[in-house]
């Protein structure tokens, strides 16, 4: 069975603080890693797909990276307008299970300005 | 592009009425089309999975008589809560996935639906 598990669960930073939210997976055959972004009341918002370990993404002032067993999410310099929960999810190569999103159970980021 | 909208953004109901949700891929043909409920501080909980034309894939536990998928194009989806109950009261959440380089799917989500069963 496919597990995702995100840490910390909630994490709260001062404006300009770096950090990294983490993402650990287990996945018999990983097709590919997601990131979203959530905003409260709201669908989530995608961000990066990475497909094999060593794969790096960037958009603005988030930077995604992915291992063999986790990928993190770096952000750099955040401000107030990044607080979100930041959800991960793996989609797995099996056939029954093609297409389908496994979750974390995400990491709330607050950026206190 | 890859704009997913659902319809109605919020609904009340009485508790034995039916509900329709609609959820519309705006800008691309989607592939397959997902459900998910999403209750308060929680994840999204994937309810099914459907095709254009063929019969939804429900996940374990999930009532297929009390939620109707009906999939009848690639741009189109829609949930019905027949019957809806209190215990319905939920986050309706749907996407949309579309090939990324033909590599893999990427899902793009709506907005979501916020309905209460009075």
């Known amino acids: 069975e496919d597990q995702v598990t995100q840490s910390p669960e909630a994490l709260r930073l001062q404006e300009g603080e770096s950090s990294s939210l983490n993402c650990s997976y287990t996945v018999s055959g990983l097709r590919g890693l997601f990131w979203y972004r959530q905003d409260p009341g709201k669908g989530p918002e995608f961000l990066f797909t990475?497909?094999?370990a060593g794969e790096e993404k960037e958009k603005e002032r988030l930077k995604a990276t992915l291992t063999k067993k986790e990928s993190f999410l770096h952000i750099t310099a955040p401000k107030p307008e990044d607080s979100a929960t930041y959800l991960c999810?793996?989609?797995?190569?099996?056939?029954?299970?093609?297409?389908?999103?496994?979750f974390g159970q995400g990491t709330i980021l607050t950026v206190h300005p | 592009g890859a704009v997913v909208s659902q319809h109605p953004s919020w609904v009340i109901c009485k508790s034995g009425t039916s509900v329709k949700i609609e959820c519309r891929s705006l800008?691309?043909?989607?592939?397959?089309m997902f459900w998910y409920r999403q209750f308060p501080k929680q994840s999204l909980m994937l309810m099914a999975t459907?095709?254009?034309?063929?019969?939804?894939?429900?996940e374990q536990g999930v009532e297929k008589d009390k939620f109707l998928i009906n999939h009848a194009s690639l741009t189109l989806s829609t949930l019905t809560v027949t019957s809806a109950h209190p215990e319905d009261s939920s986050f309706y959440i749907c996407?949309?996935?579309?090939?990324?380089?033909?590599?893999?799917?990427?899902?793009?989500f709506g907005p979501g639906t916020r309905l209460l069963v009075l």
């Open positions: 996407s949309a996935s579309q090939l990324a380089g033909g590599v893999i799917e990427t899902q793009y």
């Open positions: 459907s095709n254009e034309g063929s019969k939804a894939t429900y």
């Open positions: 990475l497909y094999s």
């Open positions: 999810a793996v989609s797995n190569a099996g056939g029954t299970s093609y297409g389908k999103l496994t």
């Open positions: 800008d691309f043909q989607a592939t397959t």
